[in-house]
Each structure stands twice: as C-alpha cells, then as structure tokens.
C-alpha cells in the first residue's frame, strides 16, 4: 500500500532520518524529518496554474508546534492550539527567507509549505529540523525549486564551535556564561542564504568562522536530500519562466532617462513620487495589449533594479548622494517624555523610531508556554510599525511577522549587555514606536532600546548600536557594499546584512541573501565595513550622554533579600495570611521564589524598609545580649512577658524588672507598655529570659555594669 523511501545518516551526536511515501501522499511533497526523537512533518502543495493578473510570488510557510508532540495540554481555556506562538512565527520566517530565494524567478504559482511538529524529545530543537523537512519537501514536489537547501545551529563555547546544541543549552543565554552564541544558518551547496543569531560579544572573526563552520556541517545532509530525491522526487513541474525581454526593451527605451532622473532625488517622499510618474509616463506610451501584459511589473521592477544598481556598482553613486560607507545623519534625544520610566528619539536620516522603556516588577514577569517547558521571561521588547511611518494609509491590526521579527531581532541584539537579574531585579519592557522609515527600523529600534534603558537607570554593560548593509553583486562578479542601506536599496539589492553589537563584539546578526555566490571574501567585507558603522554610530549616541539617567521617580524600586529555604513557609503563612499581612500593612509588593529570593517593590523607600523589617524580624533570630524594643503583653505574680521580637515573647523575671525588689511586677509596669529589654539567653526548655534593670529605659542604651552594681 505504501511506497516508503527511507534516508538515514549520523549528523553529529543524533541520526538524522528522512522519509516520505507513507503520510500525507496527496500533497505533492511530504517528508517526515527526524533527528534523534524530535520529528517534523513538512508538507509542500502548489498551484499548477497562476491567478490571473498576479505580479508576485505568493510563498506561504506555516510552522506549527503540537503540545501532543511533548506530551503536554495546551494551557488556556479552551485547551487546543490557537493563534501562532512567538516561536511559531519566528521558525516560520526562518524557514521562508531562504527558500523564497530559489524559485525559479517569474515562478508565481500559490506555493504552500506546512511543517507540523509530531514529537518533539526536548533536546534538538525543533525549528532546524523543520527546515530540513521543508527543503526535502520541495526538492521532491516537482515545483521549480532550485534547492535543496539545509540549515543547523551552531554554539560557541571555549572557543569550540559546537554543532545542534541542546535546547537547555540555548535556553537563557544570558543566565549561562559559558555559551556565547545561538546561531542558524541555512544554505545551498555552494552558498550561504539565511544566518540568524544572538551573540555575546563576539568578534568580527569569531562570527564569520561560525557561519563557516555551519556551512560545511550542512553538506551531508544537503547530500542525503539529495539521495532521497534521486528515489522519490516527482517529475519537474512543466514551467518555463516568462520570456518579457521584448517588453523590457519598449519599457526600457520609454523611461529609462525619467526613471534616472526619479531616483536621483535625494528626498524619499518626492522620489517616490517621481517613480511613480515615471512609470506612468512609460505606461502612457504602451499599447493596449502591452499593458495588459502580466509581465509588466516585473518588466518595470527591472528597470527600477538596473537604474539603481548600474549607478551604485559602475560610479559608487547612490540614491541619496552619500559614499557606499556613510551612515546618515544622526540625532539622537533621551528624557523627552515625562512620565515614562525612560524614552529616547533616535533618529537617522528619514528613519526614526521612538523607543520606550517601562521597569516592572516580578508580577510583570512574561510567562511563555512552550514545548520544552514553562519559563519566565523579565526582558520584552514589542516593534510597532504603523502605515504612517511611510507616508501610507492602511489597516491597522494586531503585529504581523514582520513586526514580530524585527522585535526580535532588535530584542536578540541588547540581550547580551542586560545586568544579572540577581543585580537588577527588574522586569524591562521596551516598545519601539517606529515614527519614519526608509531603511532599517529594526536597527533604529536596537539604538534606541539601548539609549532609553539607559536613560531608565539600566546598568547596561555597554551601549549597542546596530547598522544594515546592503550588496549590489552583477553578473560579472563586481559588486558594491552598501552601509546604512535605504528602503529602496533594500528592496532592490541582492542582501539585507543587519549587524549589532557593542564596542567590543558582535550581539545579533542577521543575513538575508537573494542571489547564490556571496563568496566568504563579500561576507568578510561587509562585516568590517559594517563595524566601522557601528563604532560611527555609538560615537554619535555617546554624544548624548545617554548613561546619566537618573532612576524615574514613577519606576517602582526593588530591594532583594534572601531568607533559609525553611523559613519560607513562615513567611507565606497559612493560605497566605503572614504575607498579605505584610503587603497591607507595608503598603509594598512581596514576591518570594522557592529560592527563598524575596523583592520587595514600591516607588515609595519607608514601604519597602517596612516591610523588609516585617520580613527580617520573622525570618531572623533573635541574638543574645541584644537590646530590642518589646511591648508589655502580659503581667503575672513573678514577671512579665514582653513581645520584643517580631511574634517571639520572652519573659521578664520579676527580679530582671528594676534594681530594687517589687511587691509585684504592676507597681512599675502595665499590659501595653514600650519597654527595652536585653535577652540574656534561654533555659533549658528554650523559654527566653529577658532583662530591664541593665538597659535605660528612655534611651535604650545599655547601662555600663559598673554604674548598675552602683545602683544596687
């Protein structure tokens, strides 16, 4: 019934297995990837006819992870997977940005890819194997893919690289100093496509040496899918990619000295709407059926691309005027909102964002529910980019992938300089509000995020700034590297290279390519032009001396303390009695972890000391020979029993009242009264003995015993 192919190798210190022919055979390609016991299924359909008038290619790739494939149920009400997870989304970009890439250019079928987690082991993470199984997908569909591609994640500890570490070990980086990177890279045979990571510091070298690393371990399971191909793959797809070269001449000819004239405008909102003149100056010259040609956009989008790149390549002439390594201009304000706990306006060139930072307390705390396990997250940073921000209307909802992603991105690259959580028990949400774009708002976001928490009273380790650079490659191999690249050059180069980081290393990296042969010399120049960028930007936030801000009076302060694992319990109190009482009466938030770790919050300094002191005197003991203030509690023939620390009483023997004898201890004392006592320790049951007679009773202080034998 089944005609299972079935491909096996050792990658690493996990099997990697591939399979097809026995699950979802209608879909025109299904593999089953596996490595060790974490399984995706990838399944590939496509549209054997284009919609009719549709000028892009529409690629859609879903990534979903089922809470069975753990063995959990979901949280929540309804218990059932819902709307996509942060990972879900991410994963999913990750897996698109380097297969879009390799179609067959003029290939604009609907194209559907579905990768289903089905067992996850909670070791290899999920996301790589997702890639692989995607890339065996369509290299066996028969649909114009010029794959296959593979991806794997690469670790960085002690120098070594390491390759598919655990997901334990990328957990929380910035908790385990030992690892330094979290890296995904995704390529062909011959080329790198994608690199995604989170990085402490490192260098220039350090970084190129692990994209290296992973491309060479992703040849042999390039080489498997290419084997299960050799035995599964289905016959090529019968498309031919549209030959337009006769209308790309007539377009050319039309508006090729208006397109040039568009794009040397240096402002963004002008220019875009001389292109748009441009273009409909062109179309007014076309016959009917030319226009109604659907090989107008692209034909029109070529010639938008030649113009820009011939200039760039041939004459080192951009768009704006400025040389290919120079950074716009920029501006930067810290401070500038009053309420908030900090803010700062980067701008530079027509891209701004407004950047935000909010200090919570451990309530705020982000819970996440993932796969391997439930985890607190104290560190957020939410991207949002409205249509205003390019001069555009239209519908505003809640955040799409890309804002997503570059919220990640921009989250990834301050991670590495945020204090210990155990230094700064703070929760810190930072909400970039991306006011202008043309160009990279993620790396606004990176500048900005780092300029407001320090502006906040953050203790960062160091300021980071991040650039994005672009590559022009033509087919002679000439190519040119574009610092602080704009929209448009984005759109129409051949890269998006965004690098972050601090003065001393690299803290994100993120890598798009659209073209195969970006050779290993491309990659090392655009980083160390890229770090000439950056060193130039924080240059210009130093500037702003963004490390003098002062705590905010409206951000609550936290004071840690840790109390015996055993006295939590006492702390806590019956259904939580002993710690609502304190909270009421302090007027201060408490949380306590089952580390006996205790923050104490409030922007008010006598709450949080009242309730360290509520806290203090019922987690500590009492110590021999000390003074404390008490209160009479209860008066009996041979003393009485002062409250004197915390809930602890002791008693007052009738003899330790005064230096003189007392009929009974009512003569000098009544219930109710504040009094000084000594503790001189305990008897054998551990019932406490207190003192009066020794300690001056206006001023607490003790009586020198010289002077005490005197009085007697």
Known sequence: ??????????????????????????????????????????NVTFAKEPKPGQDFFPLTVHYQE????????????????????EKETLTARLIDRPIRPLFVPGFKNEVLVMCTVLSHDLVNDPDVVAMIAASAALTISGAPFMGPIA???????????????????????????????????????????????????????????????AHEQIQPVIDLIISLAEDAAKEPFDFTPPDYSALYDVVKAAGEDQMKAAYAIT??????????????????????????????????????????????????????????????????????????????????????????????????????????????SNFMLHYNFPPYSVGEVGRVGSPGRREIGHGKLAWRALQAVLPASTDFPYTIRIVSEITESNGSSSMASVCGGSLSMMDAGVPLKAAVAGVAMGLVLEDDGSYAILTDILGDEDHL?????????????????????????????????????????????????????????????????IETMQIPTDKIREVIGSGGKVIREIVEVSGAKVD??????????????????????????????????????????????????????????????????????????????????????????????????????????ETGEEIAKDKADAEE
């Open 151 to 213: 991806g794997a994640r690469v670790g960085f500890v002690d120098g070594e690289y390491v390759l598919n570490p655990s997901v334990d070990d990328m957990q929380g980086l910035r908790n385990n100093p030992e690892q330094r990177l979290d890296l995904v890279v995704a390529g062909t045979k011959d080329a790198v496509m994608m690199v995604e990571s989170e990085a402490y510091e490192l260098t220039e070298e350090e970084m190129l040496g692990a994209v290296t690393f």
């Open 66 to 85: 089922k809470y069975y494939a753990a063995g959990k149920v979901p949280g929540g009400f309804f218990k059932r997977e819902a709307r996509p997870t």
């Open 493 to 557: 180069g051949d890269m998006d290279f965004k690098v972050a980081g601090t003065e001393e290393g690299i803290t994100s990296l993120q890598m798009d390519i659209k073209v195969a042969g970006i050779t290993p010399e491309i990659m090392q120049k655009a980083l160390a032009q890229a770090k000439a960028g950056r060193l130039h930007i924080l240059g210009e936030m130093n500037k702003a001396q963004a490390g003098t801000g002062e705590f905010s009076v409206h951000a609550p302060r």
């Open 592 to 697: 306590i972890n089952d580390e006996g770790i205790i923050k104490i919050a409030s922007p008010n300094g006598d709450a949080i000391q009242k309730a360290y002191d509520m806290i203090h005197s019922i987690v500590a003991e009492p110590e021999e020979g000390q003074v404390y203030k008490g209160k009479v509690v209860k008066i009996v023939d041979f003393g009485a029993f002062v409250n004197f620390f915390g809930k602890r009483d002791g008693l007052v023997h009738v003899s330790q009242i005064e230096n003189r004898r007392l009929n009974h201890p009512s003569d000098v004392l009544k219930e109710g009264q504040d009094v000084y006592v000594k503790l001189l320790g305990f008897d054998d049951r551990g019932k406490v003995r207190l003192a009066m007679k020794m300690v001056d009773q």
């Open 267 to 376: 402002d963004k909102q002008e220019r875009v709407a001389a292109v748009a003149a441009a273009k409909d100056a062109i179309k007014a010259g076309l016959t009917e059926e030319q226009l109604e040609d659907a090989n107008l956009g692209s034909a029109l989008k070529k010639l938008e691309s030649s113009v820009l790149r011939g200039s760039v390549v041939k004459e080192g002439k951009r768009i704006d005027g400025r040389a290919l390594d120079t950074v716009r201009q920029i501006e930067v304000e810290t401070g500038l909102l009053p309420r908030t706990h900090g803010s700062a306006l980067f701008t530079r060139g027509e891209t701004q964002g407004l950047v935000v930072t909010t200090l919570g307390t451990g309530d705020d705390e982000q819970f996440i529910d993932a796969l391997h396990g439930n985890f607190k």
């Open 1 to 42: 019934m089944f005609n299972v192919t079935k491909k096996t190798m050792e990658w690493g210190d996990e099997t990697l297995t591939l399979e097809t022919g026995k699950v979802a055979r209608q879909a025109d390609g299904t593999v089953i990837a596996t490595l060790g016991e974490t399984s995706v299924m990838a």
